[in-house]
C-alpha cells in the first residue's frame, strides 16, 4: 500500500540517519562496548539472553540521541556514554518485558528470547537490565540526569499498563491513543535528548529544546511505526504487515478508519479487534478500509505535525552539522515509511 | 512437623518484632501513606494491582530496617521515609514479577495480581512501583544510597535469574542455594538497613555493621522462609506446605535430604522434583526423608548461624533500645518456624 510523503521543498532525496551516525560514531563504539560488557554477569543465562536482544540489528537511535545532544552543548566528559548505555538498556528492558505482555513471536525478524528462554527469563533478565541501567546512571553522579531518566522509567510502565487497559477497545480515542505513545514512547525519546544538556550544563532553554525535540521526535517515530503495521514491507520491519491487527492493538490507523467509517464497517472492526477475529481475509478487508478512508496518509500526516514541532523546538540553536543531522533524522523517522 | 529451636541462654519468652514494630511506629504511617500515594496514577489499574499487593498484610521488615537503621545513627532528616518506601516498592516489584515467573496462585493466603489482572500487568504494574522507587531514592539526593540501592536492584534480578537457571537441578549444591537466597533475598535486607547510616553520614564501620546485619539477617530469614515451606502451617504462612515442593524449587531442606539420601531415595528426589512427580503421596514421602535427615533442624540450624553473625555485627554499638529491637528481629526471623 503506497503512501505519499510529501517532501519538503527543494530536498530531492530522502534524508538519512548516516549524518547522525558518523558524527556519533567514535562515541557509539564505547557505547556498544560498554553494553557488551553491563550485560555481563557470572549467571550465563544474562548474556545469553541480553546479547540475543542486543546483537538483533537495532538502530541504537536512542542512545545517538543522547552522545548527540551532549555533543550540542559543548560537553567533554565521560558521562555522555553511560548515559546513553543506559538509555539502550532501558529500551531494551523495555522490549524483553512488552515481547511477554504482547506475547509477541517475531521481533525484527528474529525469534524473541521468551519463545527461545521463556518468558521467566525475559522478565528478570529486563529487570537485571534496568538495574544495570540505574547503576551507570548513579555512576555519572548527576542527580538531574537521574531524576530525568527515573521519571521516564515510571512514565514508559504506565503508558504500557495504559496500553492494556485499552486494548481491544474501538472506542479508544486519538487522544487516548497519543496518551499511550507519548508515555511508551516519546517518554524515553525526550530524556535521552534531554539528559545531553543536562550533563553539559545547558540553561533551561537548551534542555528544553532538547526534550521537546526529543518528545515530538518519538511521538513521529511511533506514529510511522503504526502506520507501518499495516504498509510496510515485513522485510524491512521485522515485522509481519497486519501483526497489530492479529494482537488487537488500537493505533491511529484503525482509530481513524473506525471513526470515519459507516455503522456496518465499524462492527467490522468491533468483530476483528474486540473478538479477535484477525483471520488474514479480515486483515485483507481491514487494510481496504484504511485505504478507503486514507487512515495511513493521515496517520503520518500526524507525524509530519509532530515533526514541524521537534524541528522548531531546535530553530533557537546555531546551525551545525550536529544539529543538521539531528534535524535530518526527523524526515528519515517519517519517510522510512516509503 | 516439629523443629526445635534452641532458645538463647536466659530467655524464656518468643521473640517479638514488636519492640521494633513500636519503635519505627510514627515513621511507618508516614511510609504507608507514601506508599499509598506513589502507588497511585491516573491509569486506574495501577492503584488496583497494586494496592492488592501492598494491602495482603506483608510485615514491612525492609522498610522498618531502613527507618530504624537511620534513627540508629541519629539522622533528623526527612529522607529516611522516602528511602524506606523505595525498598518497600522494590520488594513488591519483585513480587509481582516473581508470581510471574514462579506462575504462583496464591502469595499471603489471597489469589495473586496475575491470576486477577493477568501476568501483564503484573509485569507492568512491577515495572511502574521499580520507576516510583528510583524517582523516590534520586528525591533524596544521595548519591551514596542511591548506589546501594541500585546495585541491589541489579543483584535481586541476577540472583532471580540464577535460581530460575538452577530450577528443578538435584546437583544444586548448598553453596548455589546460598548464592541464590544471597542475591534474591539479603541483597534488598542489606541495602535497606545500610541507607539508614548512609544518609545519617555515619562512619564507614556504621555502615558495614548494618549492612552485614542486614546481609544476615536476609539469609537466615530467607532459610527459614524455605524451612517452613515443609514445616510450617498453611494459615500462617499464607501458603501451603509443599507449595516449594510442587514447584520444584531447589531449597536447602531438599537439598540436604538429597546429598544424605540413599541411591534409591535420591533417585525418588529427581523424579518428583526434576520430572515434576509432585503428588500429595509423594509430598508426604518427601516430608517423611526430610523428617529422616533432620533436614529442616539443619536447615534451621544454617539460620541461627547467620543470625549469630547478624548480632556480631551489631556488637560495637553502644547499646540503646533500637539495636535491641534490631537484635529481637533476628531471633524473631528464626522462631516464627515454631
Known sequence: MGVVIPLEEGKNKLASVKPLVDLTKADMDRV???ILSKAGSDVQMIPEVANHLISSGGKRLRPMLTLASAALFGYQGEGHVKLATSVEFMHTATLLHDDVVDESDLRRGRSTARMIWGNQASVLVGDFLLGQAFRMMVDVGSLEA??????????????????????????TTEDDYLSVIRAKTAALFAAAAEVGPIIANADKAGRGALKSYGMNLGLAFQLVDDALDYGGKAADLGKNVGDDFREGKITLPVILSYRRGTEA??????????????????????????????????????????????????????????????????????????
Chains 1, 2 share one sequence.
Not at 152 to 165: D, F, K, P, T
Not at 286 to 300: Q, S, V
Request: glycine content about 6%.
Open 146 to 171: 537521574l531524576d530525568v531518566l527515573s521519571a521516564a522509567a515510571s512514565v514508559i510502565a504506565e503508558g504500557e499498563v495504559l496500553q492494556l487497559s485499552v486494548a481491544k477497545n474501538m472506542e
Open 32 to 34: 556498544n562496548q560498554l
Open 265 to 338: 464497517e465499524r462492527a467490522f472492526w468491533r468483530q476483528a479487534i474486540e473478538k479477535g477475529e484477525s483471520s488474514d481475509e479480515n486483515l485483507e478487508k481491514a487494510l481496504g478500509l484504511i485505504n478507503k478512508y486514507g487512515a495511513l496518509n493521515d496517520t503520518i500526516g500526524r507525524a509530519l505535525h509532530y515533526g514541524t514541532i521537534a524541528r522548531d523546538a531546535l530553530a533557537p540553536l546555531p546551525a551545525s552539522p550536529l544539529k543538521a543531522a539531528l534535524l535530518e533524522v526527523i524526515d528519515f523517522s517519517i519517510q522510512r515509511v516509503n
